[in-house]
C-alpha cells in the first residue's frame, strides 16, 4: 500500500539558519503531496500542497517541489524562525476523496 | 467560516470504560474523517464517511470501536472497552469534493 518515509527528528536549529526536511513516498499512480503543520497545542494545519509532477507547492516561505523521478517531496525554508517551532507532516492522497496517509512526522525547534 | 468543531478536547478515563467524542465538519462539507493519532507518529484513519455513508472502515477495531452520522453532518467516535493503547490523539477532519481536508483540534484521550 501507500507510505510515505519523512526524516527523524527532532531537529533543532538556530533562527535563521536554512531549513530541510526530506520525505519520499510509495504511492501507487499520481497522487497529491502535502506538507501539513502541528503547533504545540494545536491540530494539523495544510502548509503547502503540490498535485502534480514539477508542481511546487509554497506558502509563509516554505517550499516543496514534486520529484516523480525521485519520489520525493522535500521541505525547505530559507531563513527559519523561531515561530515556526512545530511538527511537520508530509502526507498523500489519491484524487477522489482518499483518506491522507501521512509520514510519522518531524519536530522542529528553532532558537533563539 | 468556522473551522472543524470536536469535543472534548482532553479526556482521562480507566481501562474498560467507555468514551465517545464527537465532531462537528465544516457546512457543506460532505465527507468525514476520523484519524488516530499515536504520540510520536502521523495520523492514521479510522473510518471515512460520505454523507452519513460508510466508505472505509477497515482500519477501525471494529470489537470496540463504533462511529456514527447521523443525517451526514456531525459525528460520534465510541470506544468500548477502552485499552491502555487507545490513548492517542482523536482527529476529525472534513473536505468537500476533491477539496483539501480541514482538520479538527483534536481530543486527546488518556486511559490509565
Known amino acids: 500500500g501507500d507510505s510515505v518515509t519523512q526524516m527523524e527528528g527532532p531537529v533543532t536549529l538556530s533562527e535563521e539558519a536554512f531549513l530541510t526536511i526530506n520525505c519520499t513516498y510509495t504511492a501507487t499512480g499520481y497522487p497529491s503531496l502535502f506538507w501539513y503543520v502541528q503547533y504545540p497545542g494545536e491540530g494539523l494545519q495544510l502548509l503547502l500542497k503540490?498535485?502534480?509532477?514539477?508542481d511546487k507547492g509554497s506558502n509563509k516561505g516554505f517550499e516543496a517541489t514534486y520529484r516523480k523521478e525521485t519520489t520525493s517531496f522535500h521541505l525547505e525554508k530559507g531563513s527559519v524562525q523561531v515561530s515556526d517551532s512545530a511538527v511537520y507532516f508530509c502526507a498523500l492522497s489519491h484524487p477522489g476523496n482518499t483518506p491522507l496517509v501521512f509520514g510519522k512526522g518531524t519536530r522542529l525547534s528553532v532558537i533563539a | 467560516e468556522a473551522g472543524v468543531a470536536q469535543s472534548p478536547r482532553y479526556k482521562i478515563i480507566e481501562k474498560r470504560q467507555s468514551v465517545a467524542f464527537w465532531c462537528n465538519p465544516i457546512s457543506g462539507h460532505a465527507t468525514l474523517y476520523w484519524y488516530q493519532q499515536i504520540l510520536g507518529q502521523g495520523p492514521k484513519l479510522l473510518i471515512q464517511?460520505?454523507?452519513?455513508?460508510?466508505?472505509?472502515d477497515s482500519q477501525l477495531p471494529k470489537d470496540r470501536f463504533s462511529a456514527e452520522r447521523l443525517k451526514g453532518v456531525d459525528s460520534t467516535l465510541k470506544i468500548q472497552p477502552a485499552k491502555l493503547e487507545d490513548s492517542a490523539v482523536y482527529l476529525c477532519a472534513s473536505s468537500s469534493l476533491d477539496e483539501t481536508e480541514c482538520f479538527g483540534p483534536g481530543t486527546r484521550l488518556l486511559v490509565l
Open positions: 503540490a498535485t502534480k509532477a514539477d
Open positions: 464517511f460520505q454523507n452519513n455513508g460508510v466508505v472505509d
